[in-house]
């Protein structure tokens, strides 16, 4: 049996968040042969600046990010919509895993987006935008692993409905055969 391990970004840096909540769930309710890992600490990761990113003198926050989805087989998104975007947080770390350019740690790897919002749009934008710099970073977006959950409609975090579509995302991004993707 091959295990699959996927490298979680939680968008949000609240530790009550719904979102951090949602991906500990997902976490706790992984299939078999699955390992979810949730990588911490993007909030110690400082904006990228290419005066940084210089071999030997990585920030080391942004080197640990860098290692572990270098190390992950698949990169899931976890996060909230800020006015209408995708958090800094989320944004930066994406921007961090694109380079160098062409060989980031993101270059190749099946990445999906998830998450909720206190709001009626439940994230669609940000989601939008997470998939969208993903992909310019060379990572491959698979297109049945976004949810958009708005937090108003249901409890996010036990509704059966929601839990079965987030189940189900993991699945497809687990299952992604970027083989058959490009034929």
Do not use: C
């Not at 998939?131 to 937090?151: H, L, N, P």
């Amino acid at each position: 049996m091959t295990h699959t391990t996927v490298a979680v970004l939680v968008g949000s840096l609240r530790a009550d968040s719904v979102n951090r909540q949602l991906a500990e769930v997902l976490r706790e309710r992984a299939p078999e042969g699955v390992t979810v890992e949730i990588v911490d600490g993007l909030g110690e990761v400082p904006f990228y600046n290419q005066d940084l990113d210089a071999e030997g003198t990585v920030p080391a926050g942004a080197a640990e990010l860098r290692r572990r989805v270098a190390a992950a087989d698949r990169v899931l998104a976890v996060t909230p919509e800020y006015n209408g975007r995708m958090p800094a947080v989320l944004s930066n770390a994406i921007d961090w895993l694109s380079r160098p350019y062409g060989a980031g740690a993101l270059v190749g790897k099946p990445f999906g987006v998830v998450g909720a919002t206190p709001t009626p749009y439940g994230g669609q934008w940000a989601h939008a935008d997470a998939v969208r710099s993903a992909g310019i970073a060379g990572a491959k977006v698979v297109e049945d692993v976004t949810v958009s959950q708005s937090a108003l409609e249901v409890d996010v975090l036990t509704d059966p409905e929601v839990l079965a579509r987030l189940d189900g995302a993991i699945q497809a991004l687990v299952e992604y055969d970027q083989e058959s993707a490009a034929a």
